[in-house]
């Protein structure tokens, strides 16, 4: 039987080469999982955020709606309302904002 012959060492060099690139390519799971987590806790403190505005601004607006209809003061108990809920999410923004810094 005749023996295979026998590459040249310049392309082994290269094999080699190549396999360590492809080791370099190759996305380590454990780190995305890591970085994915952090991503979503992020977006997650973010969503937490924009839903306290919300819900400070539509409280107080609905309870300035509430209070002009009972005591037949126009839209200006709405409006102070609006005002009240609108800088009561923009603080409570403000403060998550220098927490997350």
């Known amino acids: 039987m005749a023996e295979s012959p026998r590459p040249p060492e310049s392309e082994k060099k290269d094999a080699g080469a190549h396999a360590d ?6 996305p380590d799971p454990h780190r995305e999982s890591q970085q994915s987590s952090e991503e979503l806790a ?10 306290e505005f919300i819900v400070a601004f539509g409280l107080f607006a609905w309870l300035g709606w509430w209070l002009d209809k009972k005591f037949a003061t126009g839209p ?3 409006i102070a309302g609006c005002a ?3 800088t009561s999410g923009l603080w409570s923004l403000i403060k998550a904002a220098r927490k997350m810094m």
């Not at 992020?42 to 839903?51: D, K, S």
């Open 42 to 51: 992020t977006w997650h403190r973010l969503a937490g955020v924009g839903i």
């Open 76 to 78: 200006w108990l709405l």
């Open 21 to 26: 690139d492809l080791l370099k390519a190759t």
């Open 84 to 86: 009240l809920g609108f």
